[in-house]
């Protein structure tokens, strides 16, 4: 009997020690920087952002990673940071050396160490954004969810099973204020979904002389009016290889709604018949609308000489009334999604050959112009190869995350950027997620990421509840 539990206790023994993380030694360097999925290799993070885990791509048997004082050895290729010796290390250090070792064809290796600067700059701590399949479909099972960057919790605030599966626009937070935000839910029993404090209100902003109703649409300062356009959209399919789909405008004009009478503020500047006006948004002091304007070319045939500029016009909160003055502010590629910096210093947009809807443009890139200056910089270190735009700040405006297809030129991911206080953007950085394979396993896009301050105060079963409200009109 003893020796029967004599050999148990060696086979438990050996069963540890196979078990273990092998130790590097006899290590080889390599020049390169290590092959880390998602790239976070010399990237400035936020002081409060969560764990960067990230995995090596090869065929890796195992890895120890130094970062800072803390030291990660693993069997495989993911690397995964425990929460409070994370937030301990961005506590301790500004710049983060991370040397990574790997074991691969039984030799280990030592790559190039790299960097995480760390700034006491934060990011707003909740994002937003709208999972859809990258298909050719109109819709299906969407889910729009807030994240907490600084952890990985995440939650519903609509989704298919509560919205009969009907389409579902992304949620828009006035100035990343969590207390008043609007999303859209299209169809039967659908509308405009107003969130003040809580509260839901089903608003049909649409009057009879619309050619649609209310799609892309920013707050006003006061959080009193918005400014929309309306937008017949049209897809269809390129009969040219390399690319797929192609999505514009037939009509498109720009309003303003009085959320608190129900209103509707018009401008002939702004419902031009021979001009396409799209993608209004105020400006942070509310003296300005700021949007997007093409002349009308035959479409589809003349549509790479659809071309969009950037241009603002005067608006007066105080007697809600817009101005008599159209001023061009960018015309150069086409223009689309417009963005004012919180501090009314920096235009961030969209720039593609031509166009309106760049998501599925692979040049389409995103510009920032410094609107006291006129400066534009065309943002090299943050562009890349494929699809960037969809950007929104954050409230401090030391940060903005934008949706990117750099990885497959499919499947859109959000990536942070920091802007320092010479205006100087750095390297972008993917929000991390728990497990290092996430975006390798997911089969949704991330679209139109949002920053907000704080939690939204509603969810999906209240969306669920609001649908069967009877919505407000406007006159």
Not at 67 to 80: K, M, Q, Y
Not at 302 to 318: G, H, N, S, W
Not at 339 to 351: C, E, M, N, Q
Request: proline share 6%; aromatic share 12%.
């Amino acid at each position: 009997m003893k020796k029967i539990l004599d050999i148990l206790v060696l086979l438990n023994i050996l069963g540890l020690l196979s078990g273990c993380t092998p130790t590097p030694q006899d290590v080889q360097t390599n020049d390169a920087l290590p092959p880390i999925y998602p790239d976070y290799c010399d990237v400035t993070i936020p002081q409060n952002i969560a764990p960067l885990n990230f995995l090596l791509r090869g065929d890796v048997e195992a890895v120890q990673v130094k970062a800072g004082d803390v030291t990660i050895s693993a069997r495989g290729n993911e690397v995964t940071f425990d929460e409070d010796d994370w937030r301990q290390l961005l506590a301790e250090r500004q710049d983060i050396s991370v040397v990574v070792t790997a074991l691969q064809n039984g030799r280990w290796t030592e790559y190039k160490p790299f960097h995480w600067y760390v700034t006491e700059d934060k990011v707003d701590p909740w994002l937003s954004y709208r999972l859809i399949e990258p298909d050719y479909e109109i819709w299906s099972r969407l889910q729009i969810k807030q994240r907490c960057v600084e952890n990985f919790d995440e939650r519903t605030l609509s989704d298919w099973q509560h919205a009969d599966n009907q389409c579902m626009n992304c949620h828009t937070p006035a100035h990343q204020d969590p207390s008043l935000s609007m999303l859209y839910v299209r169809g039967p029993q659908g509308g405009a979904f107003l969130n003040q404090n809580g509260k839901l209100r089903k608003l049909a902003i649409k009057t009879a002389d619309m050619v649609s109703g209310s799609v892309y649409f920013g707050f006003s300062p006061s959080g009193r009016y918005i400014t929309f356009s309306t937008n017949v959209i049209v897809p269809a399919f390129h009969s040219k290889a390399g690319k797929r789909l192609e999505v514009f405008d037939a009509e498109s004009d720009v309003y303003v709604a009085d959320l608190q009478e129900n209103r509707i503020i018009r401008s002939p500047l702004l419902n031009d018949s021979t001009r396409l006006e799209t993608f209004p948004t105020f400006s942070p002091d509310g003296r300005y609308i700021y949007y997007c304007v093409a002349r009308n070319v035959r479409l589809p045939q003349e549509l790479k000489q659809l071309q969009y500029a950037l241009v603002r016009i005067p608006f007066d909160e105080k007697t809600g009334s817009i101005g008599t003055q159209v001023d061009t502010i960018y015309q150069s590629r086409s223009v689309c999604h417009p963005r004012i910096s919180p501090d009314g210093r920096y235009a961030l947009f969209t720039v593609q050959d031509y166009g309106t809807f760049p998501i599925w443009h692979q040049e389409s890139d995103l510009c920032m112009m410094d609107l006291t200056t006129g400066a534009v910089d065309t943002l090299a270190v943050v562009n890349s190869n494929r699809s960037d735009t969809y950007h929104s700040w954050s409230s401090n405006g030391r940060w903005f995350v934008f949706a990117s297809k750099r990885d497959d030129g499919l499947f859109g991911k959000p990536y942070f950027c920091y802007v320092d206080r010479q205006g100087k953007a750095h390297k972008p950085f993917c929000l991390p997620q728990r497990l290092p394979t996430f975006y390798d396993n997911t089969l949704k896009s991330f679209n139109a990421p949002e920053l907000s301050k704080g939690m939204i105060p509603f969810d999906a079963k209240d969306i669920e509840q609001a649908l069967r409200q009877d919505a407000e009109v406007f006159q």
